[in-house]
C-alpha cells in the first residue's frame, strides 16, 4: 500500500515541478524567439540601408551575405537544449520526488504500525479473560443440576475476570487519550507532596498486606503539571515496587532539585531487572520474566507505558536502574516550571 501511495505521490511532485518547469521554458523560449525576431528585423534593415548606399556608390564594397536559415537553425537548437533540460530536471525530480515521498510517507507508516501492533496486542490481551469468561459460562450452562454455590463462585470467578478487563479498559484508555494531547492547558501549580501522598494513599493497602514500610523523604516543591497523571506516574511506579519486592522491606522515595530540574526517585529492595529487559520496560504489553518471584504478579505491562508517556506531556524524562536481587530505582526528571 505505501509504495503504490509512494509512487502516486512522486507522480504528483513530477506533474507539478514538470508544469513549472515547461512554463518557465515557454517563457524562456518566446523571450529568446522575440529577440532572434528583432535580431532579423534589424538585419533586414541594416541590409536596406547597405543597398541604397551602394546604388549611390557603385564602387564600394560588396553586401555582406545575410543567411535566413541561420535563424530557423538557432530556433531549432534552442529547442532541444530546452528539451534536454527538462529531460535532466525530470530525471532528477523523479529520484528526488521519490526519496521526499517516502521521507514524507515514513511518520505515516510508522504512526500507521504502531497503531496495528497496539491494536494487535490489545485484542490479544482481551482474548484471554474473554476466553475464560465465555468458557466457564458454557460450561455451567450445560449443567442442569447447578447448585446455588455453585452459581456464585461462577459468578465470583466471572467477576474477577470482568475487574481485569475493566482495568486492562482503563490502562489503554490511559495509554491513548493523551496521545495526541500536546498542549498544556489543564496543567497547573500543584504541589510535590500532596501529589505523592495521594499516590501513597492508594497505594498503601498492597504494601500493608506485604508488610512492607515506605519511607516518604520527598521534600515540598511547587511545580506546574497535570495532579492526576503525576498521581497516576507515581502510583504505577510504588506498585511495580511493591509487586516485585518481597515481604517485610523497605521502599524509598526521595527527592532533590538541581538548577530548574526536580528529581524524584523510587527505590526498591526487590527482585531487580535483567538488563535485557531493561531496553524493553517501556513498551507496551512488555512484562518481565517473573520465574524469580515467589508470588505471581498480575497486569498487562501497560503501567510503565503510560507512565513514561505522562511523563513526556511534562517534557520530562525517566530512567531505571537496577541490580539483580538488590533492587531498583525509577527516577522522574521534571521541569519545575514547563516552557512556554
Keep these: 500500500m505505501f509504495e503504490s501511495t509512494r509512487l502516486k505521490l512522486t507522480a504528483w511532485y513530477l506533474l507539478i515541478i514538470m508544469v513549472i518547469s515547461v512554463f518557465f521554458s515557454a517563457i524562456i523560449f518566446f523571450e529568446i524567439n522575440q529577440e532572434l525576431d528583432r535580431f532579423d528585423r534589424l538585419q533586414q534593415v541594416r541590409r536596406e540601408r547597405l543597398e541604397q548606399i551602394m546604388q549611390s556608390f557603385p564602387a564600394a564594397l560588396p553586401l555582406p551575405q545575410y543567411d535566413p536559415a541561420l535563424l530557423v537553425e538557432a530556433r ?12 535532466g530536471i525530470l530525471l532528477l525530480a523523479g529520484g528526488a520526488g ?3 515521498a517516502g521521507r514524507t510517507l515514513r511518520p505515516i507508516r ?42 456464585k463462585k461462577l459468578l465470583a470467578s466471572n467477576l ?27 496543567f497547573q501549580q500543584l504541589s510535590l507532596l500532596k501529589t505523592i501522598e495521594a499516590a501513597l494513599k492508594r497505594v498503601s493497602p498492597l504494601a500493608s498486606r506485604k508488610h512492607i514500610a515506605i519511607e516518604n523523604t520527598i521534600e515540598e516543591t511547587t511545580l506546574v503539571g497535570n495532579a ?3 498521581c497516576e506516574v507515581f502510583v504505577i511506579l510504588l506498585d511495580n515496587a511493591i509487586k516485585y519486592s518481597s515481604k517485610r522491606t523497605i521502599i524509598t522515595l526521595r527527592s ?11 527505590t ?7 538488563e535485557n529487559d531493561l531496553v524493553h520496560i517501556f513498551d507496551r504489553f512488555y512484562r518481565v520474566d517473573t520465574s524469580r518471584t515467589t508470588t505471581t504478579v498480575a497486569g498487562y505491562g501497560l503501567g510503565l507505558a503510560i507512565a513514561k508517556k505522562f511523563i513526556t506531556q511534562h517534557k520530562g524524562s525517566m530512567q531505571v536502574k537496577s541490580q539483580l536481587n538488590k533492587g531498583t530505582t525509577f527516577t522522574v526528571q521534571l521541569p519545575i516550571k514547563l516552557a512556554a
Excluded: C, W
Design 160 to 186: 474477577e475476570e470482568v475487574v481485569k478487563l475493566q482495568t486492562l479498559s482503563d490502562s489503554l484508555i490511559d495509554l491513548t487519550s493523551y496521545r495526541n494531547h500536546n498542549d498544556t492547558h489543564s
Design 98 to 100: 521519490y526519496f521526499l
Design 256 to 266: 532533590k532539585k538541581k538548577e530548574h530540574m526536580l528529581f524524584i526517585s523510587v
Design 110 to 151: 510508522v504512526m500507521i504500525d504502531e497503531q496495528d501492533r497496539f491494536i494487535t496486542d490489545a485484542s490479544h490481551e482481551l482474548r484471554t479473560p474473554l476466553t475464560s469468561l465465555r468458557s466457564e459460562i458454557e460450561v455451567n450452562l450445560r449443567d442442569k443440576k447447578l447448585a446455588i454455590a455453585d452459581a
Design 76 to 87: 531549432k537548437r534552442l529547442l532541444i537544449i530546452l528539451g534536454l533540460i527538462n529531460l
Design 228 to 230: 492526576h497523571m503525576l
Design 268 to 274: 526498591d529492595q526487590g527482585v531487580g531487572i535483567e
